[in-house]
Structure formats: structure tokens, C-alpha cells
């Protein structure tokens, strides 16, 4: 079954203390994406990955990394997470071949909470 | 960017067709227009997506007027599952980024 897979789905965690949100997806897609869904705000893009080694930073990147080793993972990093990192989080990936016009296939995301 | 402007709220008895319109009016030749909807926290599910022509699938009908500037999506008979929130997005040319509004929350009513 196709799919993108997140873990956790559910973390509470404190001030400061790193932690890494994955993402998986099972078919060979390239373009990744991580969104934040905040009420009132819609899903706003924080990075996306074109390829391999290659990312790049969406509309709300700060206080986030990522990093894209393999095709297949595409992990959302929070070195020091912060209150106002308390969202709900989506990844996303689609295929980018030549002629491409299909959809994204979304994870069933990440609530975060920053105590 | 294009942007979508989306009603806020709709309502919809089960069993009859729920359109759901959305403006466009600043579309680029080369950009299609897609609808998800997102069930409560869940991650947005792909219905249809279009250029100029109407598109129909087995879960949607999506109609867009001939200057592309607006376009309505058509549940043909709309169950208490399809209560959702419903996000018209244009694809923004030459890239992947999807841009999500607020989206239009349906409420079925039974």
C-alpha cells in the first residue's frame, strides 16, 4: 500500500530538548515536504527536499532542520524546541517526473506539544 | 502566487450533491487547480485536480468555467463521511509547493 508513515504521532516534550519527528514513504517519490497546521493559519510549508542531498527552506523555516540521506526518509529536526513550536505537523511527498501533474500523498501527522 | 478564495462554511443534507466554489481569479495559463479535504486532524486526501477541462473521478466532479477564474467541486451525493474541510489550492507553475488556505468546512447534515 502506498503511503507516508510519521512517528510519532503523539509527543509531548520540554524546552530545549532536541527531537527528530520521521517521515517515510514507500514509493520512490522525490520531492518531500514537511508542513505546520496551526489554527486559522492553514498548512504552511516549513522545508521540502527535491532529491537526494538536495533541500530547501518553505515559508516558515526557523527553529527546524531536515536532512534528505536517503529517497525514502526525510526527518524534521527541532534542535531546541520552543512553546511556539506546538503545532500539528504533516509530511507530504510526490513524484516529480517529466509531465507529472499528480497528487501528494500526506502522512497522518505529528501533534506536538512544547511544555 | 495564485490565490483561492473559499466560502468558510457549508452545510449539505446527506444524500444530495454538495458544491463547493472557489475563486481563482489570478491563474496562470500553466497552473492547475486542485482539491483535498482534510477529516478532522487527519492528513489531506487528494480528490481531483484539473487544467481547463471538467475532470470527473469516482469521487468527485470538478467544473472549472472557461476563463479558469473560478471553479466548483461536486460531491454528487454527499454521505456523513464527507464531512470535512475542503481546500482548493493552485499548483504554483514550476514548482511543488502546494499554498493551503483555511479551505471550506462541509458539515452532512443526516
Known amino acids: 500500500e502506498a503511503q507516508v508513515t510519521q512517528n510519532p504521532r503523539y509527543l509531548i516534550t520540554v524546552t530545549g530538548k532536541k527531537l527528530t519527528v520521521t517521515c517515510s514513504q514507500n514509493?520512490?517519490?522525490?520531492?518531500m515536504s514537511w508542513y505546520r497546521q496551526d489554527p486559522g493559519l492553514g498548512l504552511r510549508q516549513i522545508y521540502y527536499?527535491?532529491?537526494?542531498?538536495?533541500?530547501d527552506k518553505g515559508d516558515v523555516p526557523e527553529g527546524y532542520k531536515v536532512s534528505r540521506k536517503e529517497k525514502r526518509n526525510f526527518p524534521l529536526i527541532l534542535e531546541s524546541p520552543s512553546p511556539n513550536q506546538t503545532s500539528l505537523y504533516f509530511c507530504?511527498?510526490?513524484?516529480?517526473?517529466?509531465?507529472?501533474?499528480?497528487?501528494?500523498?500526506f502522512g497522518q501527522g505529528t501533534r506536538l506539544t512544547v511544555v | 502566487d495564485a490565490k483561492t478564495t473559499q466560502p468558510t462554511s457549508m452545510d449539505c443534507a446527506e444524500g444530495r450533491a454538495a458544491n463547493l466554489p472557489c475563486n481563482h481569479s489570478?491563474?496562470?495559463?500553466?497552473?492547475?487547480v486542485y482539491w483535498y479535504r482534510q477529516i478532522h486532524s487527519q492528513g489531506p486526501q487528494y480528490i481531483i485536480h484539473?487544467?481547463?477541462n471538467n475532470e470527473t473521478n469516482e469521487m468527485a466532479s470538478l467544473i472549472i468555467t472557461e476563463d479558469r477564474k473560478s471553479s466548483t467541486l461536486i460531491l454528487p451525493h454527499a454521505t456523513l463521511r464527507d464531512t470535512a474541510v475542503y481546500y482548493c489550492?493552485?499548483?504554483?507553475?514550476?514548482?511543488?509547493?502546494?499554498?493551503f488556505g483555511t479551505g471550506t468546512r462541509l458539515k452532512v447534515l443526516a
Open positions: 489570478t491563474i496562470s495559463g500553466n497552473e492547475y
Open positions: 527536499s527535491m532529491n537526494v542531498e538536495v533541500t
Open positions: 514509493m520512490n517519490h522525490e520531492y
Open positions: 507530504a511527498s510526490m513524484p516529480t517526473w517529466e509531465g507529472s501533474n499528480t497528487e501528494a500523498f
Open positions: 484539473g487544467l481547463k
Open positions: 489550492i493552485v499548483r504554483v507553475a514550476g514548482t511543488y509547493k502546494y499554498i
